[in-house]
């Protein structure tokens, strides 16, 4: 009896900021989102099981490692085996969708508003699943760019015709978006597919945070001031900052300057949805939001009974 009475005292008191939540997404004038890795993971972008079993088991068998993540750390011998490795690894994360519609979900809540995303995100999940490039900051770069691994200059590339010759030239097939595993598959790419600096003749590399040879090119600068922009022209409204699976990484980036600007902002409001890692310090617990739940999970109970118009 005691711990059903627990289980109906915590549901409504979930269901409650399920309320609240709904609530504060009316009156806001303005969202910021702050999204990390575990929006993602919540959409079913995960990086071992059966998605990493999938398209990258002869690296398993070869190499030994069983997850995406390591793959992507391993000192492979020649340019051929790192490209055949990345190549794949960028396709399945960056060009093929999610496999749950959650990033959908969300812009549905919000597209009516004034809004801004600021991710750690490379995945470019935004922007297909329909938010504007002018109110996205990508932070930490995307999976779709190239940049001179030196690097000797600012620009960047779009890679998405380089990726896929990359990926068919192992043996995958492309068939509306997704990649198709055939019988004949090899770990490498021909040494004429790899991408080199058009100014220097160096490879290139992703635009990922990666260290200091990462390029912050015109493009990133741009959005930057767009997110300042929105940021100061909103600061004495009702702005609500939407934290979505961010975790202890790099929270200078986003949790530290939410909970700042929630202190900061007289009509701010603060929501943290990650399973796990919801937390608000007390200084702002009177004006924040936290559910440690799967975000899929919240999302969908938000827009279970009202749709926002």
């Given at each position: ?19 609240l ?13 702050g999204?990390?890795a ?13 998605r ?24 492979y ?13 960028i ?6 969708d ?19 995303v ?14 504007s ?31 896929e ?15 198709i ?14 991408p ?12 990922l945070?990666?260290?200091?040879t ?5 493009g ?7 997110y ?8 004495n ?10 975790g ?6 986003i ?7 929630t202190?900061?902002f ?5 929501i943290?949805l ?15 939001i ?13 827009m ?6």
């Amino acid at each position: 009896m005691f711990s059903k009475m627990r289980m109906k005292k915590s549901m409504n008191n979930y269901l409650d900021k399920i309320d609240l939540i709904k609530e504060k997404i009316k009156e806001a004038d303005a969202i910021v989102i702050g999204a990390g890795a575990g929006l993602s993971t919540s959409a079913g972008f995960t990086y071992s099981g059966s998605r990493f079993e999938k398209y990258f088991s002869d690296f398993e068998q070869k190499y030994g490692f069983s997850d995406m993540y390591s793959g992507g750390f391993y000192p492979y011998e020649t340019l051929e085996e790192h490209w055949g490795y990345w190549s794949r690894y960028i396709f399945v994360n960056r060009y093929m969708d999610a496999p749950k519609n959650l990033y959908s979900k969300i812009y549905d809540l919000v597209k009516e508003k004034e809004y801004f995303v600021l991710t750690t995100n490379v995945d470019h999940c935004f922007q297909k699943a329909g938010f504007s490039k002018e109110r996205l900051f990508y932070t930490q770069g995307d999976y779709g760019l190239f940049q001179c691994s030196s690097p000797c200059h600012t620009e960047t590339y779009d890679n998405k015709e380089a990726i896929e010759k990359m990926v068919r030239s192992q043996g995958f097939e492309i068939e509306n978006g997704e990649l198709i595993v055939t019988d004949s598959i090899k770990s490498s790419i021909p040494a004429e597919l790899i991408p080199v600096c058009p100014k220097c003749g160096k490879p290139m590399s992703m635009n990922l945070r990666a260290d200091a040879t990462f390029v912050e090119d015109e493009g990133w600068h741009e959005a930057s001031k767009r997110y300042t922009n929105f940021l100061n022209e909103h600061v004495n409204q009702k702005v609500l900052f939407l934290e979505l699976g961010v975790g202890y990484n790099t929270p200078g980036i986003i949790k530290y300057p939410f909970w700042q600007m929630t202190k900061a902002f007289p009509q701010a409001n603060y929501i943290c949805l990650n399973k796990g890692e919801a937390y608000v310090p007390a200084e702002i617990v009177k004006k924040s939001i936290c559910i440690n739940e799967d975000i899929d999970r919240v999302i969908e109970d938000i827009m279970k009974e009202e749709k926002y118009e």
